[in-house]
């Protein structure tokens, strides 16, 4: 057995952290990018910058993974949230920090009347990516949806704060707005 040198240990565990924590903190720098412009463009330009924003979410760090998401993708937009729900969970067993996957499998859930399930990956998605804006408006419709219209309002408003041109969003501030403080005359 070769005896290493405590400095070399050393030397080869900071590398291999800069090496993952680099792609990582330039992604995020990305996505604080974006979401800065997303704020200050309008509704054209920011589909794109959601377009982008999306790449970024998507990337998993393997093919493999990455497979798995467009997969689970590919289910849903078949209208097939169980075997959407098979794949994000084998993809979640094998990168349980992915948000995405969380997010996806929300959805999935969602599509078969799961709220708690559905809720509970929210949690997960919004707990590894607080600006998850998809998962921030699943969470109004859910809230919405069970009768939580003040909950619903706080989700809608936390969705415009950070996408204000993600679609219907507004217009459920609005409708939540009527219902929850009344219309005025």
């Known amino acids: 057995m070769i005896a290493i040198p405590r400095f070399v240990t050393f030397s080869v565990a900071s590398a291999l952290a800069l090496a993952i924590a680099l792609p990582g903190a330039a992604q995020e720098a990305d996505l604080d990018d974006l979401f800065d412009n997303l704020r200050d463009v309008g509704p054209e330009a920011a589909q794109a910058i959601e377009g982008r924003i999306w790449a970024e979410w998507s990337k998993s760090g393997s093919p493999t993974l990455d497979l798995l998401l467009d997969r689970g993708r590919e289910a849903l937009e078949a209208e097939e949230p169980a075997l959407a729900v098979e794949h994000m969970t084998a993809l979640i067993d094998h990168a349980p920090d992915f948000a995405e996957a969380y997010n996806v499998r929300a959805t999935a859930y969602f599509q078969q009347g799961l709220f708690g399930p559905s809720l509970e990956d929210i949690r997960m998605t ?60």
């Open 126 to 185: 919004l707990a590894l990516n607080p600006r998850h804006f998809a998962a921030m408006s699943g969470l109004g419709l859910i809230l919405e949806e069970l009768g939580y219209t003040e909950e619903a309002l706080a989700a809608w408003r936390e969705v415009v704060a950070i996408h204000p041109h993600q679609q219907g969003a507004v217009e459920a501030i609005e409708r939540l707005e009527r219902e929850v403080e009344g219309q005025t005359l």
